[in-house]
């Protein structure tokens, strides 16, 4: 398996404009989560799906923020309109049903609103 | 509040010596899982070890083993024969009970000295 995969690796946009991050989690994999990273706040829960269905989404920041999992293999989170505060690196992780079983990762979007 | 503090921003060694990372967590529940989640420059998460709490014996992979005082609410980390490959951000995590999601301490930077 190729692990859980995220693209963009890297986006850089402008104030006010749309973004969209994508996650691909591990095939039969129960459960993604989408986690923010900044120095300031380390590894924050944004939200995280159960069987394509959203769980929790009350670490969302605000109405800006919005996440959808049409299907099993897919994944998006979007801001809109971005904010020069969002600019952090947005995690997508997915785990099997079981709470004692690991988190794995994708590589991340490195996201730059200017 | 459901937190998890890691006292130590940044930590430094030795190659070939010992380490110890701190970890505390708040907590009301008795069944819980704990994590300790390395990330390297490349920004990849990556779970070093993991300790059920309803376990009294201290997990250990290879190197790496943790101390677990529950009583304490305590969770640390050994590193030890440091190798230059272990230089990372460490990330303590803690499950939460029902809910499914993970909550992360705020860091320590490894520094390995060679």
């Known amino acids: 398996d190729a692990g859980v995969i995220q693209s963009p690796r890297h986006e850089v946009t402008e104030m006010g404009q749309e973004v969209t991050l994508r996650c691909k989690p591990i095939s039969g994999h129960d459960y993604l989560f989408w986690y923010r990273q900044t120095m300031m706040r380390g590894l924050e829960l944004l939200i995280y799906?159960?069987?394509?269905?959203?769980?929790?989404d009350s670490g969302m920041p605000e109405d800006r923020f919005s996440a959808k999992m049409p299907n099993a293999s897919f994944s998006t989170l979007k801001i809109q309109p971005s904010e020069p505060r969002d600019s952090a690196v947005y995690f997508c992780?997915?785990?099997?049903?079981?709470?004692?079983?690991?988190?794995?990762f994708g590589s991340g979007t490195q996201l730059s609103v200017l | 509040a459901q937190t998890v503090t890691q006292s130590q921003p940044e930590m430094s060694v030795q190659e070939a010596e010992t380490v110890t990372l701190s970890c505390t967590y708040d907590t009301s529940e008795s069944d819980y899982y704990l994590f300790w989640y390395k990330q390297p420059p490349s920004r990849q998460m990556i779970l070093v070890i993991r300790q059920e709490a309803y376990k009294q014996q201290n997990a250990t992979e290879n190197r790496f083993s943790v101390n677990f005082q529950k009583a304490a609410k305590s969770f640390s980390l050994k590193i030890s024969d440091s190798q230059l490959g272990d230089a990372a951000m460490y990330f303590c995590a803690r499950s939460i009970q029902g809910a499914q999601k993970l909550v992360f301490g705020q860091g320590t930077r490894l520094t390995i000295n060679p």
């Open positions: 992780a997915s785990r099997g049903g079981r709470r004692s079983e690991k988190l794995f």
């Open positions: 799906f159960n069987n394509n269905v959203p769980i929790d």
